[in-house]
């Protein structure tokens, strides 16, 4: 079946490190989306790719990274410059022209200590 | 003021009830979802819709694209729909990108 798969599902790391959480989909789809959510607020765009080898930044990018070298991957790295970064971060994929339809990962929670 | 407002913040019934969550946009969208985000984080998406009604199952989700304003409706409520419902929307802006709600934080009680 088709869908987006992202790992770990929770994660610890020691403040200071930098931390690189997985997003995968076999759903063929362009965009990809980097999400947080943080308790009581929605959630925030970090960064999005619409197409391979570009991505932009979204709402609260400082602090974190992403690559795109694959239509299919889309890891998000959470560097020692992201002030606060325990939270809990979700991945999603859409394909325009059909929709909008969107797909999203089961999220990884991270926490910082 | 943030461009997706949801109402209630939070809902507690009883097994049964006739639940309405309620979603209001300032922006153009091109659609909008209802999601379904359980404790454990993993989020589902419930509908998708541009206009009308959609129903699935006890579910029932419309939009007025007009007034800027949905709704998602239970019926038949039961404790296993206890969870956390997220309306966003797609905007019409060119990039696609999705523009979360808060969460309406809904409780069954048997």
């Known amino acids: 079946d088709g869908g987006i798969t992202q790992s770990p599902k929770y994660l610890f790391r020691k403040e200071g490190q930098n931390v690189t959480l997985s997003c995968e989909q076999n759903?063929?789809?362009?965009?990809m989306y980097w999400y947080r959510q943080d308790p009581g607020q929605g959630l925030r765009l970090i960064y999005y790719s619409q197409i391979v080898n570009d991505f932009q930044k979204g709402d609260i990018a400082e602090g974190y990274s992403v690559s795109r070298e694959k239509k299919e991957s889309f890891p998000l790295t959470v560097t020692s410059a992201q002030k606060n970064p325990t939270a809990f971060y979700l991945c999603?994929?859409?394909?325009?022209?059909?929709?909008?339809?969107?797909?999203f990962g089961q999220g990884t929670r991270l926490t910082v200590v | 003021k943030n461009e997706v407002e949801q109402s209630p913040q939070n809902l507690t019934a009883q097994e049964g009830e006739f639940i309405t969550i309620n979603c209001s946009y300032s922006?153009?969208?091109?659609?909008l979802h209802w999601l379904q985000q359980h404790p454990g984080g993993g989020i589902v998406s419930l509908f998708m819709?541009?206009?009308g009604k959609k129903k699935h199952g006890r579910l029932i989700a419309t939009i007025n694209i007009q007034e800027k304003h949905s709704s998602l409706h239970i019926t038949a409520s039961h404790p296993r729909d206890s969870a956390v419902y997220i309306c966003a929307v797609i905007s019409n802006f060119g990039n696609e990108k999705l523009t979360f709600g808060t969460g309406t934080r809904l409780t069954i009680i048997p």
């Open positions: 759903l063929n789809h362009d965009a």
């Open positions: 999603a994929s859409s394909t325009p022209g059909q929709g909008l339809k969107a797909f």
């Open positions: 819709l541009s206009s």
């Open positions: 922006v153009g969208i091109s659609a």
